[in-house]
């Protein structure tokens, strides 16, 4: 709950499609495709999970996106951050527009081609949820402390982090180092890609 995953979304997402198998409908049939935004705004991401471009609210998709294999390290520090709370500090009026250029169409494919890309394109959420939040400044201080972690970030509205990091085995062994020095918060190391 509250963890800027989007477990309530993923949920929401399983029973449309569980609802379209049992009425013998694609994901793609358009019933499906109009219902999920209903439910939630970032519902049809959820409802084809596939790499994508999230925009908006999260109701703006881009198409799949092909990314490189990447080993992760997730960090929940044990608050939540509602996600209306974080869209109202934010600022902006509904549907109103960020002053940013449009993102490339396509991701670069090689790891340290596609953390550099990730590097010029931030959370616009991770402020406001930090003003929230406090300790979601500290766990991105945790991530980026560790070895071999190439870039840290809040995942969606927060409050979880993510660190990307060069191996598996680097990202277990920072999972081990984060969890020993705060036992209170969640860690978790993946993979992705």
């Known amino acids: 709950m509250a963890a800027g995953l989007g477990g309530g979304s ?3 997402a399983a029973a449309l ?4 198998r049992a009425n013998r409908l694609a994901r793609s049939n358009l019933c499906i495709i109009k219902a999920a935004p209903k439910v939630g705004a970032d519902v049809p991401v959820c409802v084809d999970p596939r790499p994508r471009r999230m925009r908006g609210i999260g109701d703006v998709l881009s198409a799949p996106l092909k990314m ?3 080993a992760a390290v997730m960090v929940n520090p044990g608050v939540a951050v509602p996600t209306k709370d974080v869209f109202t500090r934010l600022g902006l009026k509904p549907g109103g527009p ?3 250029a449009p993102p490339a169409r396509a991701l670069p494919r090689g790891l340290e081609d596609f953390v550099a890309y990730l590097s ?9 949820a930090i003003e929230i939040q406090p300790v979601i400044a500290d766990v991105l201080t945790g991530l980026r402390e560790t070895k071999s972690c190439l870039l840290a970030r809040m995942s969606g509205s927060g409050a979880t982090c993510f660190g990307l990091f060069t191996s598996t085995h680097t990202a277990a062994a920072a999972a081990r180092s984060l969890s020993a020095a705060h036992p209170t918060w969640w860690v978790k190391p993946t993979s992705f890609g």
């Open 10 to 12: 993923s949920d929401a």
């Open 98 to 100: 960020l002053r940013r």
């Open 120 to 128: 010029k394109h931030g959370n616009d959420l991770e402020p406001p």
């Open 17 to 20: 499609r569980l609802l379209a």
């Open 68 to 70: 490189p294999r990447i």
